[in-house]
């Protein structure tokens, strides 16, 4: 009978041959669960791998929208039949299915923009015979006519909204106040802009080439009985030789802008009511007049365009100092071939339309400095041009009432690669700068996506972690694998390894209530520390060296560490104890106010110091358990040739183990490096995570991953913030892809150097 059994002889020559016996059935089993093994292991790495990439789709997917170039398609145009009145005469729903004009006629003329059918002309009462000669937007659907002979009619245009089986039906309404008299004399209104503060309504009236007319009402409301009411009319002559051109006023009623035909902008003070003063007068610099003024939604950035097709972006910048604030141009656009004709802004976002006298017309942002879009409306002579309340939508009406209509797609408008990471002079600031601010407490909030600050962030975080722990981490392993005595290493490497399975919340947790105040009262002794410890511990050295052999020959070799550990103690408090003498005697007892003095820093109780220390904690783990592992991995022959050949321990881990290990401590500082850029917790309960770009120590910052973890809870889905959000991950995953990449090739060509020792 056959058998699956072999059997071989194994023994000396003085022993007795004992059996070896070898099962076929268990061989090749052992070869089949080997196969099945190493079959496992590659499926398991494809699946991560293939996670991996399907975790890059989904990121890249949500991120490239932002990068998508807008687009514009024309919707079937319109014809009024009726020429529009001078200035911001037009308008139209946030559906864009009903548009209105204010005509010259002295009418108000509705039309459909989707479907056939028109309405009948309303006529503006009370004209008595005179001529709608300006028109000016007054926020929201709300207008001011003025007219031939000196008057101002207040217009609100509405739409009904009624839903009748299943359909939304519109219905336009208009409302028109009780005209009042802004010129005594009767002179015709050339052009007209107003506001609406809370204290009383301001209009601005032309009433001659370089003449103004300021209508102001201050209103005062009494808690007992009626408030009172004052009016009056102040006249403002225009300096400078040249006509009035354009005019501007802010929401506000504080800022009057008048652009002249010598290429000036006047800025007047109207904060007081009653003496309106000249603030400044600008001079744009080609000498062509200025055309068109229109303020973006907020009211701080003026549009400004001229004869020759400029079209500029203009702010009232504070000044250094004490100085006064100054107009500035901020931006200059793509020119028109034609002169600027009409401008309308956003009512959503700081993007605005500009129309030119050959029927041009450009879509630009003001944030970006960027014209997004140009386009061409069937006819030329463009008289007025309007911006979707969605701003999803451009109409231009021309002087014969035919009203192009274009139908926009740029969800959004402020992201380029500029915005994202280059200086950008938004509104209020100085200068450009990097800010990163993605919601604010108003509807004209200026988005800032700066990613900048947060790149930095991440980087510095990353700087000060690294600095405390790598030093830490490899000494502590170089000692533990070349001069610990086993027995303690059996011990204190399992004891470090456990530091990494503290959760990194705790960490935070602990490092923004805990440490902070602590550190906050101990600083100078903090910097004192590494400086008075080095001279304890040589100080120690020296006793150790006069103590008599036969007592240090007690002491095991490899157990010297426990004997500094009362010298490290003690020269902590002595440190700590020379800070709080060097506060009160070099540092005017205040180490915080000397710090603002002397070298203009602010400390802040969280800041990179507290969380160097904190995630310093949280990679030292890491580093020291695969650099250990790296310098234990070193071949012991190695060792033992250089001990043959009279070096020193010391001098055999400095210059074959270290060496040798060089790639594998290598991994280990990379692979804390990606630990301390992907770490969110302790960045952000330990940093005061405020986005801010400086090298002090003693500041906070906010990190990549914090601010992923902070604002995509708040980030509606598909919107700016939130595909920024994803693209700030993207940068996460690239920075750690390339970091490791790069470690992986310094690592090989290390391996490949030493390999021979």
């Known amino acids: 009978m056959a058998t699956n059994v072999e059997t071989l002889q194994a023994g000396g020559p003085e022993s007795p041959a004992r059996p070896f016996v070898v099962s076929r059935a268990r061989t090749s089993r052992r070869l089949l669960l080997d196969k099945l093994a190493s079959r496992v292991v590659v499926l398991g790495g494809m699946i991560i791998i293939a996670s991996i990439l399907a975790i890059l789709a989904v990121i890249v997917n949500e991120v490239w929208p932002l990068f998508r170039a807008p687009s514009a398609a024309r919707v079937e145009s319109v014809a009024l039949g009726v020429a529009p009145a001078p200035g911001p005469a037009a308008g139209v729903d946030e559906y864009r299915e009903i548009a209105y004009v204010v005509t010259e006629a002295g009418t108000l003329q509705f039309t459909s923009l989707r479907v056939t059918g028109g309405y009948p002309p309303v006529p503006v009462p009370a004209l008595d015979g005179a001529r709608v000669t300006a028109t000016a937007a007054l926020g929201s659907d709300h207008l001011l006519i003025g007219t031939s002979d000196g008057r101002v009619i207040p217009l609100e245009v509405k739409y009904q909204v009624e839903f009748k089986d299943g359909k939304r039906l519109l219905t336009p309404q208009q409302e028109f106040g009780t005209a009042s008299a802004l010129d005594v004399e009767n002179r015709a209104i050339l052009r007209l802009v107003g506001a609406a503060p809370q204290t009383g309504p301001v209009t601005v009236g032309q009433v001659g080439p370089a003449t103004l007319l300021v209508q102001t009402v201050v209103e005062k409301k009494l808690l007992i009985g009626a408030g009172t009411r004052q009016e009056s009319v102040q006249r403002l002559d225009v300096p400078g030789g040249g006509e009035i051109s354009a005019l501007a006023l802010d929401t506000r009623g504080e800022d009057l802008f008048v652009g002249t035909s010598r290429g000036q902008i006047a800025r007047y003070d109207l904060r007081d009511r009653t003496h309106p003063t000249l603030a400044e007068a600008i001079d744009m610099g080609d000498g062509a007049a200025v055309t068109v003024l229109d303020f973006l939604v907020g009211d701080r950035t003026l549009v400004v365009g001229t004869q020759a097709g400029r079209v500029t972006t203009w702010q009232i910048v504070p000044g250094p100092l004490r100085a006064a604030p100054r107009l500035t141009r901020i931006h200059e656009f793509q020119r028109h071939a034609a002169p600027i004709v009409a401008a309308a802004a956003s009512r959503r976002d700081k993007g605005f339309a500009t129309a030119d006298a050959s029927g041009g017309v450009h879509v630009s942002y003001g944030t970006s400095g960027q014209t997004l879009l140009v386009l061409r409306a069937e006819r030329p002579a463009v008289r ?91 000494l502590a392993a170089l000692y533990a694998s070349e001069f610990m005595h086993p027995a303690v ?157 009279g070096a020193t321990r010391w001098q055999t881990a400095l210059r074959i183990v270290l060496p040798t290990a060089s790639p594998g401590i290598f991994s280990a500082i990379m692979i804390g490096f990606g630990r301390a850029v992907g770490e969110t917790m302790i960045v952000l309960m330990a940093t005061g995570n405020t986005p801010v770009m400086g090298a002090s120590i003693f500041s906070g910052f906010r990190a990549l991953s914090a601010n992923i973890a902070v604002e995509l809870p708040e980030a509606p889905e598909g919107g700016t913030l939130f595909r920024v959000l994803f693209l700030a991950a993207l940068l996460l995953f690239c920075l750690t892809f390339v970091v490791n990449t790069a470690a992986e090739i310094v690592r090989l060509r290390l391996r490949r150097k030493y390999r021979y020792l």
């Open 384 to 474: 007025a041009v309007v911006f979707a309340p969605k701003a999803d939508g451009v109409l231009a009406v021309d002087g014969q009432g035919h009203v192009s209509h274009w139908r926009l797609d740029n969800p959004h408008p402020e992201i380029t690669l500029k915005t994202l990471f280059g200086r950008v002079w938004y509104e209020g600031y100085p200068a450009p700068e990097y800010v990163w601010q993605s919601t604010g407490g108003t509807d004209d909030f200026e988005a800032k996506f700066s990613l900048t600050p947060l790149v930095y962030g991440t980087l510095k975080g990353t700087f000060y972690a690294l600095l405390i722990a790598v030093p830490l981490a490899l």
């Open 489 to 645: 290493k059996a011990y204190v490497k399992p004891v470090v390894e456990i530091m990494a399975a503290l959760p990194s919340v705790v960490l935070g947790f602990l490092a923004g209530l805990w440490l902070a105040p602590r550190v906050e009262r101990v600083v100078p002794g903090l910097f004192l520390f590494p400086l008075v410890m080095t001279v304890a511990i040589l100080a120690a050295l020296l006793a150790w060296r006069t103590v008599p052999p036969a007592v240090r020959g007690r002491c095991r070799a490899g157990t010297e560490v426990f004997l500094l550990v009362p010298v490290v103690v003690l020269a902590a408090g002595v440190a700590f104890g020379l800070g709080g003498l060097v506060e009160t005697r070099l540092l005017g007892g205040d180490y915080r106010g000397w710090l603002l003095s002397a070298l203009g820093l602010t400390y802040d109780q969280r800041n990179s110091l507290v969380v160097g220390i904190a995630m310093g904690f949280a990679v030292i783990p890491i580093i020291f358990t695969i650099a250990e592992d790296s310098l234990a991995n070193v071949p012991q022959h190695l060792r033992a040739g250089s001990f043959a050949l």
